[in-house]
Every structure is written in structure tokens, then in C-alpha cells.
């Protein structure tokens, strides 16, 4: 990495476990076997004391009409990025970052029907910043309640739950090299094994650039192969 900064963003559905292999990930990425680097996990929304603030607006406040909720989202990542994620990749650190533009493509764009304006005004945000590798936690949702009968709304909540799957499965596919797909519903040790291994090989890809290098992968336009 010769002094570059590795951005990592974890992806997935509700209940995947990004926090349990997010922890692991950063224990493993600072201690001796992988070089002692200095790692900075973070998470979105809320990961600084504005986005402690945008985070509480949009999940425990009354119903948040839906664009506004988008634009809160953007603004957390803003501020985010701009504060917290660009100065620690320019220091030299490895970011390991909980959720990022893909969960507003994906549940404010597609669940909620907003469309591709989401993306955009992300974008604009963060100044087009993009991560070197996006690991999406896979996993069938609610696979305990496939077993019996459901009520109507406990079909909606599946519904609703494969559909979030299933889009952050087709944005990975967008991007294959910038993105790991793993199967989460196993055990907790399998899955972090493949963790590691997605973040090595992309270690490898990236080399010594840095995710806000122009010449660096980090900042090909989205989706570009
Ligand atoms: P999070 O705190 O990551 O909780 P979880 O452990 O369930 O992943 O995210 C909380 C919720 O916020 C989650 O349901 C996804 C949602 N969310 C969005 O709808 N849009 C976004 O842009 C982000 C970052 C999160």
C-alpha cells in the first residue's frame, strides 16, 4: 500500500452480522499477522457527532417523508467522509466503514422508490469518493419464518427483506472487482476466513494508490468494469 489508505465498506441486509466481522476484520487488519496497520472502523449513519445527530433525526424521530430521509442520509455521509473517512485514508489508515452509498441506493432508492437521484446526490456529497472494496453479507432473510404460515404482514417484511437482498446483490454485480460477495449464514469463523481473503486480494489489486488517488480504481465512476 506504501503509504496509501484502504478503504473497506460492509454491505448487507439487516441482521447479516456487518458489526460481529466488522470487529473481527479490525482486530485482525492491527495485529502483527497482517502488518500492525492502523485501523479506523466507523459507521454510517452516525459516525461523527453531527451524524450522532442525523442518525437520531431520521431513525427515532416521527415518520420522515421519504426524500427528506434520503437528504439526511446524504448529509451524514457528507460531513462523514469529508471529516472522519478522506483525512484517516490520507494519514495512511485503513478505514473498515459500516454501510455507505449502497444502503441509500438500496432502501431509499429501491425499497422506498426514490430512483437513481439517490445515488446521485450521494455522490455529489462525497465528492464521488468510492471505497476500494464493498464485502455485501449474504444472506437469506428470515429463513426461520419460510418454515410456516405468515400473516400478511409478516410476508410484506419478507417481501421487503428480498428485495434489499436481492439489490445489493445486483449492485455488487455491477462492480464485480470492487466487490466481495459472501455467504453469511454461516458459521461466524467461515465467513470472517473470506472476509480476510476478499480484503487481501483487493490489497493486492489496489497496490500503493490510494482511494482518493485520481489513477486509483477507488474513483472509477460507479459500475465501470
Ligand atoms: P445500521 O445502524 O447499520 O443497523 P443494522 O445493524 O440493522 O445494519 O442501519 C440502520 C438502518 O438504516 C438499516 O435498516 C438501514 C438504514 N439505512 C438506510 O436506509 N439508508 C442509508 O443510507 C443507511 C446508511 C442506512
Redesign the pocket.
Known sequence: MAGGGFWIVFEGG??VG??TQIDLLAAWLSSADAGARTVLTT???GGTDLGVELRQAVMHGDHVEPHAEALL?AADRGHHIASVVRPALERGDVVVQ??YID??VI??GLARGLGDMVERVSLWATEGALPDLTVVLDMEPHADRLARDLDRVERETVAHANLIRQGFLDRAALAPQRYAVIDAARPIADVAADVRASVLAALERVGGTTAFDPESPGVEPWGTP
Open positions: 439487516d441482521g456487518k458489526s459507521r454510517e449513519p442520509y459500516d454501510r444502503s441509500s432502501y431509499q
